[in-house]
C-alpha cells in the first residue's frame, strides 16, 4: 500500500514537472564547424543572403544568428569589438541606440565579448533587444547575434539565450 502511494507521487510530481516547463527539451545542432543546444521548440535554418550568417535558431520574435568571418589580422578581437561599439553608436543613433551591458565572458573555453543593447525609439520603429558576443577561434571571427522583440520580452528569453551561448562549440 505504502509503495503505492509513492509510485503514484512520483508519476504526479514527474506530470506537474513535465507540464511546468521545467524539463524544456533541448535539440542539438551540429555542422562541420560549430555545434550549440537549443529549445526543442525553436527552428534551425541556413541563411544564404546575408554575408558570414551560417545558421538561423528562433521562434516567434526571438531568433539567433551565428556569423563567421575570417580574421582580420590587422586588429585584436578586443579591437575588433570595440569598432563594433562604435559603428553601432554611429549607425544606430537614429534608432535610440542605448547600451544596457558590456562585459567579458567565457564561450567554448576562450574569451569572448559581450554587448547588451536596445534600439527602437517610439511606436513607427520596432523596438528590439540585442546580445551580441564575439569570440576568436581557429582564424575566425564567430558572433552570435540575439535579438528579442520587443525587449521586455528579454527576461522570459534569457534562459533559452543562455544555453545556446553556454553550450556553443568550434570545432
Known sequence: MKSKFLIITFVLFIAVISISGCLDSKKHFEDEDISFDHPSKWETGRIMDL?????????????????KNKINNSFSLKEQYSRIKENNKKKLAKYCYKVISKRTLQVDGTDAYEIIYKIGCNDTQTRQLHRNIILEKNG?????????IPPEEFDNQKSNLDSIIESFHVK
Open 51 to 67: 554575408p558570414g550568417a551560417t545558421i538561423k535558431v528562433g521562434k516567434d520574435n526571438t531568433y539567433v544568428i551565428i556569423y
Open 140 to 148: 575566425y571571427i564567430y558572433s552570435i547575434s540575439c535579438t528579442v
